[in-house]
């Protein structure tokens, strides 16, 4: 028995469709209890900022976040007591506020995008909140090196990795993941994957995209961009239609950074097959093996049309 919702915290890895002679696998966050990969960062922020004596009982945390990270501090925030509000765009969808709203979150709703949600947690820190930064945060990697990283190398059960392949928002799920896992396996590639209308790691310039949680339109502080091997950018509509195809063929519903994540992992799956690195299928525990993120549930993206 867990003594708190926050210690169930955790994933399975699953195996999807993929490209003949590999495997593509993905950890389903949106099977933690806040229903994303963030309730990982959110829990060890947290307790980071307790640790250090800047969060303490009767607090107000404050954090901009385009709804992932602001769900899984809501959950935190409610198991642990303290007060919460979050700054999120207003373009984001519908559900997550609700979701923050119903774990006793306040939404602080902007017109813009993050840097404008950013500058208003700012404003609201110098008021006396407590701004947690997840993208400056060391905790936000950390959280994934020592959990979610650990997880896979448990169920990967003694296969070896190949790539990794993960959408950029922060930053610090590829690169707690990559870094933990580059230690085990020193030649897998790490492939980020971006909007291919806001490719500030392609290109160095941000854009204009609508997915929600990829893309921020800058370079997080917590990102190791010496981490990775390669980028691959996925399309919107391309990521859309892989989440309806992962939804009515394989039975995973998830959101569009999911989509797109799973794409480019498929792109990079079928690249390795191709370099030779396949068996003659007789034994496939020796293809080779990429391993994905699938961030939260298709459930967050009903309002916007997506599955229609």
């Known amino acids: 028995m867990d003594d708190s919702v926050l210690d169930a915290i955790g994933s399975p890895l699953v195996a999807v ?14 099977k933690n209890p806040g229903g994303s990969a963030k309730d990982r960062p959110a829990k ?19 954090e901009p976040t385009s709804g992932n990270t602001g769900i899984g501090l809501a959950v935190v925030a409610a198991a642990k007591g303290y007060d919460l509000t979050v700054v999120m765009p207003a373009s984001k969808s519908e559900e997550r506020r609700n979701l923050m709203r119903a774990y006793g979150a306040d939404v602080d709703l902007v017109d813009g995008e993050m840097e404008e949600a950013r500058e208003r947690a700012d404003e609201l820190e110098a008021e006396g909140m407590v701004q947690l930064r997840q993208f400056e945060n ?61 490719a500030v790691l392609s290109t160095g310039e941000a854009g204009v995209d609508e997915f929600e949680g990829m893309g921020p339109g800058f370079v997080s502080d917590v990102l190791d961009t010496d981490l990775l091997d390669s980028i691959e950018t996925v399309a919107l509509d391309a990521a859309e239609d892989e989440c309806r195809r992962l939804a009515r063929e394989e039975g995973v519903l998830v959101g569009q950074s999911s989509g797109a994540s799973n794409l480019a992992a498929r792109r990079v799956a079928e690249r390795l097959a191709d370099d030779g690195s396949a068996t003659d299928g007789t034994d496939t525990t020796d293809d080779p093996l990429v391993i994905t993120v699938f961030w939260d549930s298709g459930e967050r993206y009903m309002s916007t049309g997506m599955f229609d």
């Open 17 to 30: 469709a993929a490209p003949a002679g590999a495997t593509v696998a993905a950890k389903i966050e949106s």
């Open 44 to 62: 060890a922020m947290v307790a980071a900022a307790e640790e250090e004596g800047l969060l303490e009982p009767g607090d107000r945390m404050v």
């Open 138 to 198: 060391p905790a936000n990697a950390r959280a994934h090196y020592e959990t979610t990283a650990e997880e896979i190398l448990d169920q990967i059960e003694g296969r070896t990795v190949d790539a990794l392949v993960a959408g950029v928002g922060t930053g610090g799920t590829i690169t707690g993941i990559g870094s933990r896992l580059r230690e085990e396996f020193p030649e897998m590639e790490v492939v980020a994957v971006e909007p291919d209308t806001n």
